[in-house]
């Protein structure tokens, strides 16, 4: 069993920064892959960043690349997503996920435990 714990979130004027954490428990961290989804009011959840086990491979969406940086401290069992240039359409509940496998994934049925959720609101 896997415990993730986001943390971070909170209200920021468009065109600010925030960075979210994630600290894991109860297994390898090296061996997970790990990615970052998003749930907005009304919409299904989607698919933001992900990073290999050893961090040595990450994806984007394409909304979110170039702004966003997804990162990891094995020895600190946590994955952090640094965001920048935010805009109201970012704001929903991020999701920490972590899968059994080291590959990054995008997709949310590859990821196996999941995170409790961090509101971010982005104010026009």
């Known amino acids: 069993q896997v415990q993730l714990v986001e943390s971070g979130g909170g209200l920021v004027q468009a065109g600010g920064s925030l960075r979210l954490s994630c600290a894991a428990s109860g297994r390898t961290f090296s061996s997970s892959g790990m990615g970052w989804f998003r749930q907005a009011p009304g919409k299904e959840r989607e698919f933001v960043a992900a990073?290999?086990?050893?961090?040595?491979?990450?994806r984007y969406s394409d909304s979110v690349k170039g702004r966003f940086t997804i990162c990891r401290d094995n020895a600190k069992n946590t994955v952090y997503l640094q965001m920048n240039s935010l805009k109201p359409e970012d704001t929903a509940v991020y999701y920490c996920?972590?899968?059994?496998?080291?590959?990054?994934?995008?997709?949310?049925?590859?990821?196996?435990?999941w995170g409790q959720g961090t509101q971010v609101t982005v104010s026009s």
């Open positions: 990073i290999s086990g050893r961090g040595g491979t990450t």
């Open positions: 996920a972590a899968r059994q496998f080291p590959i990054a994934r995008m997709d949310t049925w590859e990821y196996h435990y």
